[in-house]
T-cell receptor, first 111, second 114 residues
């Protein structure tokens, strides 16, 4: 069974702090890694994607990938209350276009 | 980013009836569309993969005769939940992608079977 694992949380951080979200995956054949944000009752929206080992930065968001450790993370700098949501890690299955989702980490940013 | 429109956003139906959900890519031609189901406090579970002009590929455990998928064009895929029962109540989400790009999600459809 190919899996994507995340801590369900909630992860609580104060406004302005860095939130660190982690994800591990079991399929060594995966090549594409995605972070989605999902507000309650809404559809997921893409935050970032990363294909290569290392860091990728986009505004307040940084995705980090370590294929050897089968680990991908998302850092959110200067966290805002509006960042409070569930963050879903998704990994493609092998060399297919199918995405396998983790159960998500609920982030709470308090003022 | 690309826009994927899903309709309806909410539907309530009686047990035993069928419901059709539409997924349209508005500003691009999608080579592949995916259908997911999400139960409360759970993650998205892939139900099927749909390519234009060919039969959908269903994930293990998903009944293809119950969840009918039609991908008639590069911009439209439909999911029909046949003979719906209360246990089919869920949040159904489609996504669409062009080859070698990320997938874009529709707004989702909240199905309640009473």
């Amino acid at each position: 069974q190919k899996e994507v694992e995340q801590n369900s949380g909630p992860l609580s951080v104060p406004e302005g702090a860095i939130a660190s979200l982690n994800c591990t995956y079991s399929d060594r054949g995966s090549q594409s890694f995605f972070w989605y944000r999902q507000y309650s009752g809404k559809s997921p929206e893409l935050i970032m994607f990363i294909y290569s080992n290392g860091d990728k930065e986009d505004g307040r968001f940084t995705a980090q990938l370590n294929k050897a450790s089968q680990y991908v993370s998302l850092l959110i700098r200067d966290s805002q209350p509006s960042d409070s949501a569930t963050y879903l890690c998704a990994v493609n299955q092998g060399n297919t276009d199918k995405l396998i989702f983790g159960t998500g980490t609920r982030l709470q940013v308090f003022p | 980013g690309a826009v994927v429109s899903q309709h309806p956003s909410r539907v309530i139906c009686k047990s035993g009836t069928s419901v059709k959900i539409e997924c349209r890519s508005l500003d691009f031609q999608a080579t592949t569309m995916f259908w997911y189901r999400q139960f409360p406090k759970q993650s998205l579970m892939l139900m099927a993969t749909s390519n234009e002009g060919s039969k959908a590929t269903y994930e293990q455990g998903v009944e293809k005769d119950k969840f009918l998928i039609n991908h008639a064009s590069l911009t439209l895929s439909t999911l029909t939940v046949t003979s719906a029962h209360p246990e089919d109540s869920s949040f159904y989400i489609c996504s669409a992608k062009i080859m070698n790009t990320e997938a874009f999600f529709g707004q989702g459809t909240r199905l309640t079977v009473v």
